[in-house]
């Protein structure tokens, strides 16, 4: 129940294919994670037709779990799309980050 409550609160993103990638990712300087939370950096989203940033924030680690930020994925020629952020079990250790890489 906790669990189905903390994904709720996540935002939620539709997929969103666009023909054209998005701008590089702007230059954050985050603070030290206080324990038991870590950086999830920012990411650009489509909205009324142009990109609009979202600052990163800080996430609580949970257990067993890994969290993949919201990212664009190229799955085309020219074709990139937006992925939601996630959490996926990995049944071991503290709550980590999945490293995503920029699009090319």
Do not use: N
């Not at 038991?36 to 009324?48: A, K, S």
């Not at 930020?69 to 996630?86: A, I, M």
């Not at 980590?96 to 699009?103: K, L, S």
Request: hydrophobic letters at 35%; a negative charge; charged letters at 25%.
């Amino acid at each position: 129940m906790v669990a189905a409550l903390c994904l709720a609160s996540l935002p939620a993103l539709a997929d969103v294919t666009l023909q054209r990638g998005p701008p590089p990712p702007r230059f954050e300087d985050p603070h030290a994670a206080p324990k038991g939370e870590f950086w999830v950096p920012g990411y650009w989203q489509w909205r009324d037709g142009r990109y609009d940033w979202v600052d990163g924030h800080m996430e609580a680690k949970r257990p067993g779990m890994r969290y993949t930020p919201p990212h664009w994925e190229e799955t085309g020629v020219h074709e990139w799309t937006l992925r939601d952020g996630k959490w996926d079990a990995t049944g071991w250790g503290p709550g980590t980050i999945h490293e995503i890489r920029a699009p090319k």
